[in-house]
């Protein structure tokens, strides 16, 4: 059986700040991360491979992204994947979701066609938009399951725990399927020295648009319905009123006034 | 594509200095200016451009054929309350700014409503300001599901021709929308927290980028309908106006059963009446600063005090200390309660997104540089665990007095 995992590399954006004279971002310093939720997935993998060994289990993960995001892959092969390809090329630059799922659903047709799960992360950290794995699965004409927390095969099904607004459902479908991994019972793992070491030994392939035979008028800027007009700086919030609550009474009558007067406080 | 005008380029790098990309530079042996493969046509550097050597050319295309998609289109989503269904608030909440948008373009705003038996949730739409509103009813459209819900709207959409839809940013409507815009290969901007017409008659969509520090307005130039999702509460919902009716349309579904590929086998309703932090007015939100979850009885016994629902940033989920569905913050819910009370938070940007909306912050914080002070109307520099004992006991002073 075949599992593709889709991975992004993220800044780590906590740390990503913006140089207040300029506005700009600064970049210098930000490290470069697997995105947390695709950690999940990998992590939800490597439990299906070893509750299932009779079933041969073959994971291979899947980035779109600048030549460094190779990093994030190695992560994917200590994390337990099998094998990985970057998806690389500046003839992807600048696409937007609906090129992204296009770019991605052409290396995945041309490197692992046979292909009977595709697990992701149910967004990532810096975007949070949560929209190229559904595109994906639209083009690739699977049918999807986003939020998932626990994924069970059984025959040629996969079952899914799906987190909803209110608790959860159990949703079945037939393979290929594409399923979204949200946090759950996974756990981030640390990887051990074993692993870092046989990840090293592992393929890891950077392909292009070429390789795969993607034409550059599907891909890119160009290929993008959606396309940024401006960037500019949001609106700041006027400054309020800060105290000391170095003595802990007075601050607390102080923010019990506060909130009298504006109301806040029920009779 | 942006374009380098090398003649006139005199390599001041003043482009290289404020692009949000880092992908323009000013190459060492040419001293011109180079466009790396970064680059999404933000402006920036054409803006700023001392000698207008930078140009953006972009695709031209038939305003004919943009002409031909008109009117404003919500997805009407709704969801089983006890049973029984009901549109969901993030829904009205479009209707408007839907409303706004269509007047703007002097279009009409509807509603495409799937479900089983859902017609008794038509008037509400009206009352909120929708001018037509499409039924699709279908047995098999009981509960939502990707496929079938995918198919209906995009069926609409494709004969109707819209030349906006938008969604609600739920869990659902995060699965829906990027189905359809996968399947009628349109843009999607997700999450918007700002939405507008330009002179051009484009919906100019805003939203935040890289963790809110900088905003990006998108807009989708050569297709239609541009598509957008936003969130449940970045609009205010409007008044219901139950005067108000509008034209019905009853839309004929056809669906069999294996075109709906997922079944559920199993519905687990864990807290139906639950903690619903979007809909609360006082929000009581924990963060990293509490130390331990045996502390989280300071932040319950405070919200307690002032009625207020618990809630936290992720670093509290990520601990396991918190249940996900009460996470404020870019990867959990935005909320816009009337006060929003902030305990040892310290403010990143992914949690400020999340909850600047809120009318009134209080933030109360060991650390003076925190950034929550920036957004906060009231700020006390102090140490929780002091102050909230404190706060508890004049409140209950206070009730005892009033009770005397």
Same mark, same amino acid.
């Given at each position: ?26 970049? +210098? ?17 490597? %439990? ?5 060994? +009779? ?109 909803? +607004? ?16 949200? %946090? ?69 009558? %102080?923010?019990?006034?506060?909130? %009298? ?7 | ?25 000013? #190459? ?44 404003? @289109? ?12 009901? !549109? ?35 008037? #509400? ?30 069926? /609409? ?46 919906? /100019? ?71 619903? !932090? ?31 629902? /618990? ?37 990143? /940007? ?23 002070? #920036?957004?906060?109307? @009231? ?5 929780? @665990?002091? !102050?909230?004992?404190? @706060? ?5 002073? #206070? ?6």
């Amino acid at each position: 059986m075949k599992i593709v995992i889709l991975v992004k590399q993220v800044p780590e954006a906590d740390k990503v700040a913006v140089d207040p004279e300029t506005g700009t971002l600064i970049r +210098e310093g930000v490290a470069s991360i697997l995105n947390p939720y695709c950690e999940y997935a990998l992590d939800q993998a490597a %439990k299906l491979k070893k509750d299932n060994p +009779e079933l041969n289990i073959e994971v291979t993960a899947i980035s779109m992204g600048p030549p460094q995001a190779k990093i994030a892959l190695l992560r994917c092969l200590e994390l337990g994947a099998d094998k990985a390809y970057l998806l690389s090329d500046r003839k992807f630059a600048g696409s937007d979701v609906w090129a992204t799922s296009t770019a991605i659903k052409e290396g995945i047709v041309g490197l692992e066609p046979n292909f009977d799960l595709i697990l992701a992360g149910k967004q990532a950290i810096d975007g949070d938009t949560a929209q190229v794995p559904a595109e994906t699965a639209e083009q690739l004409g699977v049918p999807q399951i986003t939020y998932g927390v626990d994924v069970v095969i059984t025959d040629k099904r996969v079952e899914v725990k799906r987190e909803t +607004e209110t608790g959860y459902q159990i949703l079945s479908t037939k393979m290929p399927a594409l399923v979204t991994m949200s %946090k759950g019972s996974n756990i981030r793992r640390i990887p051990s020295m074993q692993d870092v070491l046989e990840a090293r030994k592992k393929p890891l392939k950077v392909v292009s648009a070429d390789d795969l035979n993607i034409e550059e008028s599907k891909v890119g800027l160009s290929a993008s319905p959606t396309q940024v007009d401006k960037i500019f700086a949001p609106p700041a919030k006027s400054g309020g009123q800060i105290i000391d609550g170095s003595d802990p009474k007075a601050a607390a009558r %102080k923010l019990f006034d506060y909130l %009298k007067e504006n109301k806040f406080l029920r009779a | 594509m942006l374009n380098v005008d090398i003649e006139t380029c005199i390599g001041c790098k003043i482009c290289e200095r404020v692009c949000p990309f880092a992908a323009i530079i000013v #190459e060492p042996e040419t001293k011109k200016a180079k466009v790396l493969e970064g680059c999404t046509l933000c402006g920036t550097c054409v803006g700023a451009c001392p000698v207008n050597a930078l140009s953006i050319e972009r695709k031209a295309v038939s305003e004919e054929e943009i002409s031909l998609y008109k009117n404003v @289109f919500i997805w009407g989503e709704w969801e089983k309350k006890e049973g029984k269904k009901v !549109i969901k608030n993030v829904v009205l909440e479009l209707l408007g700014k839907g409303k706004d948008l269509a007047e703007k373009l002097g279009e009409s705003l509807a509603v495409v409503l799937p479900g089983n038996d859902v017609g008794h949730l038509v008037p #509400e739409l009206f009352h909120h300001g929708a001018d037509k509103v499409f039924l699709c009813e279908h047995e098999l459209l009981e509960d939502y599901s990707t496929d079938g819900f995918t198919s209906v709207i995009a069926s /609409v959409i494709a004969s109707e021709k819209p030349s906006i839809v938008l969604y609600g940013a739920t869990p659902n409507g995060r699965d829906l929308a990027p189905r359809i815009a996968g399947r009628l290969a349109l843009g999607l901007t997700a999450d918007c927290t700002g939405l507008d017409i330009n002179e051009s008659r484009q919906l /100019v969509q805003i939203r935040p980028a890289f963790g809110g520090n900088i905003m990006a307005s998108i807009l989708s130039p050569y297709t239609r309908p541009q598509m957008s999702s936003v969130r449940p509460n970045v609009f205010p919902k409007p008044e219901a106006d139950v005067s108000k009716t509008g034209v019905l349309e009853e839309v004929e579904v056809t669906l069999k059963p294996v075109s709906i590929r997922t079944k559920i086998i199993e519905e687990i309703v864990y807290h139906e009446e639950s903690i619903n !932090i979007e809909e609360a007015n006082i929000l009581v939100s924990a963060g990293r600063g509490v130390g331990s979850k045996d502390n989280l009885q300071y932040i319950e016994e405070l919200a307690e005090a002032v009625n207020g629902t /618990v809630s936290g940033s992720r670093a509290l989920v990520d601990l396991g200390w918190l249940p996900q569905p009460q996470q404020v913050g870019q990867s959990g819910k935005t909320v816009a309660p009337t006060l929003y009370i902030a305990l040892g938070i310290s403010g990143a /940007v992914q949690h400020l997104v999340g909850m600047t909306s809120s009318d009134t912050i209080v933030a109360i914080n060991k650390d003076k540089e925190a950034p929550i002070f #920036e957004v906060a109307d @009231f700020g006390i520099v102090g140490d929780m @665990f002091e !102050i909230i004992p404190e @706060f508890v006991k004049i409140i209950k002073e #206070e009730k005892a007095k009033k009770v005397n």
